[in-house]
């Protein structure tokens, strides 16, 4: 856990490097899946497809930032609403349009070396269906700043490191520390879920379109593995040896294909070598559903916002959840999903049940207090959660898309897009008339 007893620890609490990932689809004009070819070569950097060819997907790089990384965001995802072809826009919701069948789906083609993608692909295809894949949202990724993690390893073990300086023992404890903070994820991130949820409404051509959710994706009628996984938490290799028994039963066929709200990452190529051998480098969280009242398609303060709850759950003491405590926290994450905040509710690590509105608020206080305590101001962020719960039907994603486009849907969302690409392009054109106004300056200079 995080000493944050010490005052340097304190100091850099909050430093950490964010990454994120955005899906999103491509559509016609009318409301249908795009048929059209990915339109960036499969080595760009930043872009590249999910599942089916029409399903882009956003790598930011790491910025140190939440805003930098929003921004970033943001950036891309106008850039590649540029780069479409044939009146194609981008659709900003977790829920797909209209899909007049499975086939209109086109599994991702990835060509030479990496045609080994589109081949798994293709077993997805066959052992899910390809309407699940449609389902987007957004995954958020963090590591703790290099220099805190190097403090607390210190006020822990009372050795002094170097600047710069590791050692084995150090890349032990890193690790150990990211694997603690996943248990208490897996406990305690479905509040992430009730406060992000943005996929109440659904169009009828979805096979079994689901009600009665606030997150579809995240829902038990969203996109799990058949099974329930749990793991050993009690060492990373003990972590990695639970992944490796399902890929071997038969469970799953590749680590990849483990669909958990919550995953640890090495450095570099994400695979179970190399978080066997080099150690965990960043924390994943998969369970943000699109915001379609956002530009960046994430509210920046939702992202602070989960920064703030790892920070606080890294600091709190640990835990050890049982098989069954493991079973019920994952159910925890589908009831989150539901729309009733009220009617639903969720059983804590203690047994205690709740409903998912008192549970959020619980957790909400305590991370204020908690703060508070150390004199890191972050009442806005915080105040901003709450009144998603306090006054949701004006303030919590899910109830404010349920108003605006709960009855035909499509059709009132392509008007929003529309719209909103017009005003875009105004605002393109405007910048790029200041931009050759000040290089008419210049040159006349």
């Known amino acids: 856990m995080l000493h944050t007893e010490d005052i340097a620890i ?32 499969q080595d760009e950097p930043n872009i590249t497809r999910d599942f089916c060819e029409i399903q882009v997907e956003i790598n930011t ?31 900003p919701f977790s829920n797909p349009p209209y899909i007049r069948c499975e086939e209109e789906i086109p599994v991702a083609q990835f060509h030479g070396s990496q045609a080994w993608k589109t081949d798994y692909r293709n077993y997805l295809s066959g052992r899910y269906g390809r309407y699940m894949m449609t389902l987007s949202g957004i995954h958020f990724n963090y590591s703790f700043a290099g220099d805190l993690l190097r403090r607390n390893y ?21 690790s150990e520390l990211y694997l603690k903070l996943a248990e208490k994820l897996t406990a305690y991130g479905w509040v992430v879920t009730v406060l992000t949820a943005a996929s109440p409404v659904m169009d009828s051509s979805f096979p079994n379109a689901a009600t009665g959710m606030a997150s579809v994706r995240c829902s038990e009628k969203g996109y799990w593995n058949t099974f329930t996984p749990t793991f050993d938490y ?62 960046a398609g994430v509210d920046e303060r939702d992202v602070a916002f989960i920064q703030l709850l790892m920070v606080w759950l890294a600091s709190q003491a640990d835990i050890t959840l049982t098989h069954q405590q493991q079973l019920q926290a994952i159910s925890n994450y589908h009831l989150a999903a539901h729309f009733s905040l009220t009617d639903t509710s969720v059983i804590g690590v203690d047994g205690s049940r709740q409903t998912l ?19 890191i101001d972050v009442r806005a962020v915080l105040d901003f959660q709450k009144r998603k719960i306090t006054d949701s039907v004006h303030c919590r994603y899910a109830d404010i898309i349920m108003q605006k486009y709960g009855s035909d849907f499509v059709r009132k969302a392509l008007e929003g897009i529309s719209t909103s690409k017009d005003k875009n392009k105004k605002r393109l054109y405007f910048v790029n008339s200041k931009q050759y106004i000040r290089k008419c300056a210049n040159y006349l200079e």
Request: hydrophobic share 35%.
């Open 357 to 375: 509105a008192d549970a959020t608020v619980c957790i909400l206080d305590e991370m204020a207090a908690f703060y508070d305590s150390l004199g």
């Open 234 to 295: 009690s060492s990373l290799e003990d972590y990695v040896d639970s992944i490796v028994h399902y890929v071997n039963n038969g469970s799953i066929a590749t680590p990849s294909e483990l669909y958990y709200p919550v995953r640890l990452k090495p450095r570099g190529e994400n695979t179970l070598e190399r978080l066997r051998s080099y150690g965990v480098n960043h924390i994943e969280l998969r369970t943000i559903d699109l915001n379609p009242l956002n530009k």
């Open 61 to 91: 790089p790491v910025f140190k930032s939440v805003h930098d990384a929003v921004e970033c965001l943001c950036d891309i995802t106008e850039r590649i609403s540029r780069k479409l072809d044939g009146g194609e826009l981008l659709w």
């Open 154 to 174: 210190e006020v822990e073990t009372g050795i002094h490191m170097e600047q710069g300086e590791e050692n084995v023992d150090y890349r032990r404890y890193e």
């Open 10 to 41: 304190r100091r850099l609490l909050l430093s950490g490097n964010f990454g994120l990932e955005k899906e999103m689809l491509r559509i016609t004009p009318d409301g249908h899946l795009a048929q059209s070819p990915h339109p960036f070569s």
